[in-house]
């Protein structure tokens, strides 16, 4: 799978999902089991607290983790997830999600997940366990 398909795959999946619009996220790279996208914490996203929650940081680390599983050009889900939260997050901070294949065995893989700030803040580190349902993606809707 070159760089190129692999961006298409991201691309193609950003255009059936709606967080990314709702939200704004952006897709700024993605290779062979690697993707990292980026958005601005918008009022949206807020928790009580007037920082950013813990679903939505949760939510960006997963979109990149999927756009890194599914770069090989099969149908690849989330079977588990975690997410340690490690500082906040407010309202106009921009956070980059890098997301990164770690190890792949069979239908089964493990992708690192780092979400920083701009300002190079560490924000959250999600670790995801991946499995591959389909050896293609679907390009209609069924």
């Known amino acids: ?17 709606t967080m990314g619009d709702e939200w704004g996220i952006e897709i700024e790279d993605v290779r062979e089991g690697y993707a990292r996208i980026a958005v601005t914490v918008s009022k949206d996203m807020l928790n009580g607290y007037g920082t950013a929650h813990g679903g939505a940081l949760f939510t960006l ?3 990149a983790f999927a756009y890194a599983c599914n770069s090989h050009g099969a149908q690849t889900v989330a ?8 500082s906040p997050a407010g309202p106009g901070d921009r956070l980059v999600a890098e997301a990164q294949e770690v190890m792949m ?16 803040r560490d924000i959250a580190s999600f670790h995801g366990l991946s499995r591959t349902v389909s050896a293609t993606i679907p390009t209609s809707a069924e």
């Open 61 to 63: 680390a997963d979109t």
């Open 1 to 17: 799978m070159s760089d190129t398909e692999a961006r298409a795959i991201a691309d193609f999946l950003r255009t059936r999902e």
């Open 105 to 120: 065995a069979g239908r089964s893989g493990a992708c690192a997940v780092t979400v920083r700030s701009t300002d190079g």
């Open 79 to 86: 079977h588990a997830a975690s997410i340690s939260f490690l």
